[in-house]
Nanobody, 124 residues
Framework: VQLVESGGGSVQAGGSLRLSCAAS????????MAWFRQVPGKERGGVAV???????RYADSVPGRFTISKDNTQNTLYLQMNSLKPEDTAMYYC???????????????????WGKGTLVTISS
């Protein structure tokens, strides 16, 4: 199993970034796919999930600014991030887990596979 994130970088507040995650080695379309983020010294937290049926769910910390999507033909997961704020600065991780993730709260998003992360830095 491989999950490889890309698209991170440094942008000013108010800007946008699109993260990508290339997946291989498992049935991408059959899994729940997720984005998590972690700030040094804090616990990793869920950002958004998209289930095998295309349903989505977002953490309360990113209402309306982030959009998760996927391309099953390319085995690629995306996270479009708009109106970025300095507090969005974090390492962003792609993850895969069992289906049903959109039916539970973010703290219960249990994942089986993880990428190594891509760093997003937002300056004020």
């Amino acid at each position: 199993v491989q999950l490889v994130e890309s698209g991170g970088g440094s942008v000013q507040a108010g800007g946008s970034l699109r993260l990508s995650c290339a997946a291989s080695g498992f049935s991408f379309s059959m899994h729940c796919m997720a984005w998590f983020r972690q700030v040094p010294g804090k616990e990793r937290g869920g950002v958004a999930v998209i289930d095998s049926d295309g349903s989505t769910r977002y953490a309360d910390s990113v209402p309306g600014r982030f959009t998760i999507s996927k391309d099953n033909t390319q085995n690629t997961l995306y996270l479009q991030m708009n109106s970025l704020k300095p507090e969005d600065t974090a390492m962003y991780y792609c993850a895969a887990g069992p289906g049903g993730c959109t039916r539970v709260a973010p703290k219960l998003w249990g994942m089986d596979y993880w990428g190594k992360g891509t760093l997003v830095t937002i300056s004020s």
